[in-house]
T-cell receptor, first 110, second 112 residues
Framework: GQQLNQSPQSMFIQEGEDVSMNCTSS?????WLWYKQDPGEGPVLLIA?????ELTSNGRLTAQFGITRKDSFLNISASIPSDVGIYFC??????????FGQGTRLTINP | DGGITQSPKYLFRKEGQNVTLSCEQN?????MYWYRQDPGQGLRLIYY???????QKGDIAEGYSVSREKKESFPLTVTSAQKNPTAFYLC???????????FGSGTQLSVL
């Protein structure tokens, strides 16, 4: 089946630093979604991308749909303690089921 | 408030017992999904339903069963055939099968 490689698997940063993570696929996708999951809770949708090259922001978060349609990137600027959690990418090709990455666990040192 | 409600938050299963996890949504979404999440892992699809009275197996359906008798409800039964049921179970819904998913707050299932 389709695979999504999400990296890095974990990040340890200082408060105030910028964060970058990405997701790559062996297949072309036409939808990319980014979610954040807090411990013991369900994932919450952060950003949805539907067009190659699309760049979308949500506050301090910015995500991009790669022009090859096989990757997507999420950036967080000026990290704060509440950014801690697990970030998941998810991609879909046409009417196929959504495929999730393995997640990036973000830890912030105050 | 519209949303997806999962219950209970914590559930314990004895050996040989079937347990049912509840998922209710009042978003008027057609599609509903069940995912399993193991510690440090991503989400794996168990079952999904695109419309009432219809559902399909996901990637790890063995040992699980579902029903979709009402649009709002998509309960998941973890049967005794599922030998490793301990996991965090997430229910999700979407307006249609090709739209973004919204998740419930999850149910943690553990084996006694």
């Amino acid at each position: 089946g389709q695979q999504l490689n999400q990296s890095p698997q974990s990040m340890f940063i200082q408060e105030g630093e910028d964060v970058s993570m990405n997701c790559t696929s062996s297949s072309i996708f036409n939808t990319w979604l980014w979610y954040k999951q807090d411990p013991g809770e369900g994932p919450v949708l952060l950003i949805a991308l539907y067009k190659a090259g699309e760049l979308t922001s949500n506050g301090r978060l910015t995500a991009q749909f790669g022009i090859t349609r096989k990757d997507s990137f999420l950036n967080i600027s000026a990290s704060i303690p509440s950014d801690v959690g697990i970030y998941f990418c998810a991609g879909r090709r046409g009417a196929q089921k959504l495929v999730f990455g393995q997640g990036t666990r973000l830890t912030i040192n105050p | 408030d519209g949303g997806i409600t999962q219950s209970p938050k914590y559930l314990f299963r004895k050996e040989g017992q079937n347990v049912t996890l509840s998922c209710e949504q009042n978003l008027n979404h057609d599609a509903m999904y069940w995912y399993r999440q193991d510690p440090g892992q991503g989400l794996r699809l168990i079952y999904y339903s695109q419309i009432v009275n219809d559902f399909q197996k996901g990637d790890i359906a063995e040992g699980y069963s579902v029903s979709r008798e009402k649009k709002e409800s998509f309960p998941l039964t973890v049967t005794s055939a599922q030998k490793n049921p301990t996991a965090f179970y997430l229910c999700a819904s979407s307006i249609s099968a090709d739209e973004k998913l919204f998740f419930g707050s999850g149910t943690q299932l553990s084996v006694l």
